[in-house]
């Protein structure tokens, strides 16, 4: 697989393949402890099951996960392989709305003066919203192209606890 590429897309190519290892031991582990529930309780049975099905399924799911991490990096004008690379990323703020929310926690039990009071949750944050333009370039024929994406953020979060 890395035979005729240049430094720039041998280190696109590590970094495709360090992501799909770790993301494919997440993915390995995730799906073996769903599996686990389906299990005997004998915990001997439990964890070398769990052992096993993590081992079984590691190697598919980084081999999925490195195709897909793949397939980005291929450059649509010129077909060649881990060449494209983010060159730049603007942040630019779009909005910010204060939010409130007043939630009922309960009642208060135990001893003491406050037996028996509701205790109420007072949140307040700024929801701020930026669109994110991300800007990729081919290494080999320097075709660049560009992606745009809204995303939100929670600033300025402050609660307080009032029992009444």
Known sequence: MGRN????QLKIQNSVNIKSWIFGALSAGVL?????????KDSFLRISSLIAFTGIALVPAQKIIYHVLAADSRCKSCNTNFSVKRVDSLKEFISAIPRK???????VGGHGPDVGKQIILHESWTEERYKITDTFACVECGDTHSSSRVTTQRTGYTSTKVRK
Do not use: C, E, T
């Open 32 to 40: 073996a402890f769903i599996a686990i529930h389906f299990l005997p």
């Open 5 to 8: 590429l240049s430094n720039s």
């Open 101 to 107: 929310n007043i939630k009922n926690m309960g009642i």
